[in-house]
């Protein structure tokens, strides 16, 4: 069965790998296809505040999501801010309303951020978001990604390792 790297830009290469086959979510209802779900990735990186008013998401781009960020579902339910049980729902939904496509942009561009500061090391990337943090005052970066402040902090901190200023 093909596989599908996972490269939301070219410049990513071999760096992310997703492997799902490729036609596993294009027969799903309300499933998005791998390529839909690229497209929109990159969209939610380079959208606005204005853009993403009007921006339609649907459910199944939030599993996809979780299976390329390896982030577990009650994270990822917690970074959009609703229950566990409402993110088992809203994976089936046709339209995300506007706080949960605000929380997953937010996050996505947080994401894509980290892999450029880590120079497109996923492995290493994963591995600071999952380590307690002195300049987040000893929390862990994946724990503060539930509001949009705590993304501001592990933000703040990326920009710190990007610009070499850890004091």
Do not use: C
């Not at 799902?20 to 969209?43: D, H, R």
């Not at 505040?49 to 998401?57: F, G, K, Q, T």
């Not at 996923?122 to 978001?129: D, E, G, N």
């Not at 933000?155 to 390792?161: F, G, H, N």
Request: charged fraction near 30%; proline fraction near 2%; charge should be negative.
């Amino acid at each position: 069965m093909e596989k599908y790297t996972f490269k939301p830009y070219e410049e990513f290469g071999e760096a992310m790998r997703f492997e799902e086959p490729v036609g596993t979510y294009s027969l799903a209802t309300p499933g998005i296809s791998l390529q839909e779900f690229f497209e929109k990735y990159i969209q939610l990186v380079k959208s606005t505040a204005i853009e993403l008013r009007d921006m339609s998401v649907v459910g199944s781009f939030l599993e996809l999501l979780q299976k390329a960020t390896e982030i577990r579902a009650e994270v990822m339910a917690d970074i959009i801010g609703v229950s566990k049980s409402t993110y088992y729902r809203l994976l089936k939904d046709d339209t995300l309303d506007s706080h949960a496509v605000d929380a997953v942009a937010s996050f996505t561009k947080l994401w894509h951020y980290g892999l450029l500061v880590f120079d497109k090391d996923v492995v290493s990337f994963k591995a600071w978001l999952h380590t307690q943090n002195e300049n987040l005052g000893g929390i862990k970066p994946l724990d503060l990604l539930q509001s949009e402040n705590g993304r501001r902090e592990v933000e703040k901190a990326l920009d710190r390792i990007e610009y070499s200023v850890y004091g």
